[in-house]
């Protein structure tokens, strides 16, 4: 497997189980919070699946991903009242991008934090970035509290969240994914600030 998402960025939405997992992950959403009106960051946005779906009734969506070649897809579909950033997120990039200086009412990640080398620390900067009651909506594939593969329980993502300063947290499983594999299921978890 390759160490850059820009091998995969050509390809991506070919990829049935990509774009079945960005309907689930839109529907639970909408199931939860209110897009209308939002200002929203899509954080690990990849080629931008939920970003479009959000696109269609939120104010304003900042779609920020590593990988230049999977913000050059997202760029390419001409999404009105979206913004791509190609970059890490980082304090030195939050502190002088204009996109960032205004909060966020809603941030989501979806399995995206999963692949984050230092989680908590990208949750406190995700926290800052948000309005007063602002939300953060994450999605990551679910793992059992032993499991020490890629994803969190539920568990790890509600102390995670309050250690970071969230507020009315709600951890759920809204869906599964099967394949040849076995069915494996995600870890959804909706916070404030």
């Keep these: 497997m390759s160490d850059s998402w820009d091998d995969y960025a050509d390809e991506w939405e070919s990829n049935p189980d990509v774009i079945s997992y960005a309907e689930h992950a839109f529907n639970s959403l909408t199931n939860s919070v209110t897009l209308s009106g939002k200002r929203v960051l899509d954080f690990g946005c990849g080629t931008g699946l939920l970003t479009e779906k959000l696109s269609r009734t939120a104010n304003e969506v900042v779609a920020l991903d590593p990988s230049q070649k999977m913000i050059d897809v997202l760029a390419c579909k001409g999404l009105d009242r979206v913004i791509t950033v190609a970059s ?89 994914m099967s394949s040849p594999k076995g069915t494996m299921s995600v870890v959804m978890g909706v916070a404030a600030k």
Excluded: C, R
């Design 88 to 176: 890490e997120l980082t304090l030195e990039m939050v502190s002088t991008h204009p996109s960032f200086q205004s909060p966020f009412d809603l941030i989501v990640a979806s399995s995206a934090l999963a692949f984050v080398p230092e989680f908590e620390e990208t949750l406190s900067l995700l926290h800052s970035l948000l309005a007063p009651q602002g939300q953060l909506v994450q999605w990551d594939w679910l793992k059992n509290d032993a499991d020490t593969g890629m994803g969190f329980s539920e568990t790890e993502l509600l102390n995670a969240y309050q250690a970071q300063g969230f507020a009315d947290v709600i951890v759920s499983v809204p869906f599964s």
